[in-house]
């Protein structure tokens, strides 16, 4: 009698265990369609992180080498690729309407040869789309900045390809390293150029 009751109770929590871990996956399943992604190229990817980090409704960034060519780039050879940000964002907290205003804030849309003192094709800004709509919101914006300053803007449009992680040492830099990385980005300009862009806009 004791041992059938024993069996009886761990069948039971055996199966109480099961139905947790099933909603649990439900949960994390439902979490993971709710959310999308978009990935911005803006120069150094440590200030593009740090700029989206502070986007409520953001739920996850990770700086990364996108639209190449060249197999698993690397920090040191990522010929072709941009350096970028993947953005996961929870689209009833924050649209990509507004994830596009924050990127065209935190960028100079008028340098063609990279951005503040980072020069070359790595850290020229591109704005990666996924769908027509998302192709339509940036044309339309780059647009109205252009007409507003009556200046061409250099950020390309691009579909979104491919995309690799950067070490691991470069994500969250800005706040694994903040006295590093408020030293770099002061000194390569980028505060005060968007300043000078965009105002109280800037971060």
Same mark, same amino acid.
């Given at each position: 009698m004791i041992a059938? &009751?024993?069996?009886? +109770?761990?069948?039971?929590?055996?199966?109480?265990?099961? *139905?947790?871990?099933?909603?649990c996956q439900t949960a994390e399943a439902e979490d993971a369609a709710a959310t999308k992604t978009a990935i911005f190229a803006g120069g150094c990817f440590w200030c593009v992180e740090d700029a989206f980090d502070k986007v409520e409704g953001v739920t996850e960034t990770v700086s990364g080498?996108?639209?190449g060519d060249l197999p698993n780039p690397t920090y040191g050879n990522h010929e072709g690729h941009v350096e970028a940000l993947k953005v996961t964002y929870d689209p009833s907290k924050v649209?990509?309407?507004?994830?596009?205003?924050?990127? &065209?804030?935190?960028?100079?849309?008028f340098d063609a040869t990279g951005q503040f003192c980072d020069k070359g094709p790595a850290y020229r800004t591109v704005?990666? *789309?996924s769908d027509d709509t998302e192709k339509a919101l940036a044309e339309q914006t780059k647009?109205?900045?252009?007409?507003?300053?009556?200046?061409? #803007?250099?950020?390309?449009?691009?579909?979104?390809? +491919?995309?690799t992680a950067a070490e691991e040492y470069h994500q969250d830099y800005h706040t694994k390293n903040? #006295?590093?990385?408020?030293?770099?980005?002061?000194?390569?300009?980028?505060a005060q150029r968007l300043s000078e862009i965009?105002?109280?806009?800037?971060?």
């Open positions: 059938r &009751w024993i069996c009886a +109770t761990l069948t039971g929590a055996f199966l109480a265990l099961c *139905v947790f871990a099933m909603n080498y996108a639209g649209s990509y309407a507004e994830l596009l205003d924050n990127f &065209w804030h935190n960028i100079d849309p704005v990666f *789309v647009q109205d900045i252009a007409k507003r300053f009556s200046k061409d #803007v250099a950020t390309d449009i691009r579909p979104t390809s +491919t995309f903040p #006295v590093s990385y408020k030293y770099y980005k002061w000194n390569c300009g980028r965009w105002g109280d806009k800037s971060s």
